[in-house]
Nanobody, 122 residues
Framework: QVQLVESGGGLVQAGGSLRLSCAAS????????MAWFRQAPGKERQFVAG????????YYAGSVKGRFTISRDNAKNTVYLQMNSLTPEDTAVYFC???????????????WGQGTQVTVSS
């Protein structure tokens, strides 16, 4: 069992940056593929970025590639999402999730955090 707690969301102006963190409890954190998803009001949950267990492979949605960076620190049981050049279209609740392997489908993830709100003003 893995419990996930996100932090770092907030209100930022367009062009600004935020860094989200997701702290995990439980054993064997490094065996889980971790990902960030986001959900805007009235829209489906959308894959943002993923990272393999040892951090050797990363994956990004086309809309954030080059602006967002996912990373993890297995010694701290934490995964991060550095978000730069934010636009109002990035406004959403951001969730971290854990799974046994890579997938961009939310239904394949076993564990979820409660989410953190990111709001980008124009």
């Amino acid at each position: 069992q893995v419990q996930l707690v996100e932090s770092g969301g907030g209100l930022v102006q367009a062009g600004g940056s935020l860094r989200l963190s997701c702290a995990a409890s439980g054993r064997s954190f490094s065996t889980y593929h971790m990902a960030w998803f986001r959900q805007a009001p009235g829209k489906e949950r959308q894959f943002v970025a993923g990272i393999s267990g040892l951090g050797r492979s990363t994956y990004y949605a086309g809309s954030v590639k080059g602006r967002f960076t996912i990373s993890r620190d297995n010694a701290k049981n934490t995964v991060y999402l550095q978000m730069n050049s934010l636009t109002p279209e990035d406004t959403a609740v951001y969730f971290c999730a854990a799974a046994g392997g890579f997938s961009s489908s939310a239904s394949d993830y076993d564990y979820w955090g409660q989410g953190t709100q990111v709001t980008v003003s124009s």
